[in-house]
């Protein structure tokens, strides 16, 4: 996982060879899973570069990117209907990130 919230089971359904990998993995066909590593190897390698180098190009507009992809899945994670109590909880809990945020500025400003 090089994305934070990104599982590779999640890609793996995405890009739709969830259940042949997994058949491969249980029968321990060791050709598809020889291609399987090797591919995910490479991708690995080359994302891993490839988002390093845009993190020292565009770190500001890349971290307001993958913030907006982190809480444009939240309708997939939020039931479609929250209560008042969970709304009340989610600001909670982004006014505790908030005010924790704040405080480790201020303390490295000092």
């Given at each position: ?13 995405v890009?739709?060879?969830y259940?042949?990998?997994i ?11 020889f ?18 180098w ?7 507009v ?17 039931p479609?209907?929250?209560?008042a ?8 809990g982004?006014l ?15």
């Amino acid at each position: 996982m090089i994305l934070p919230g990104i599982s590779g089971g999640t890609v793996l359904v995405v890009l739709g060879v969830y259940r042949p990998v997994i058949s491969a993995i249980a029968s321990l066909s060791l050709v598809p899973l020889f291609f399987f590593g090797s591919g995910l190897a490479v991708g690995l390698l080359v994302f891993a570069w490839f988002l390093s180098w845009l993190l020292r190009e565009y770190k500001q507009v890349l971290m307001y990117f993958l913030s907006g992809l982190i809480l444009g899945s939240l309708g997939s994670v939020v039931p479609p209907a929250p209560g008042a109590s969970a709304v009340l909880f989610f600001f909670l809990g982004f006014l505790l990130v908030w005010l924790l945020i704040s405080w480790a500025s201020r303390r490295e400003s000092v």
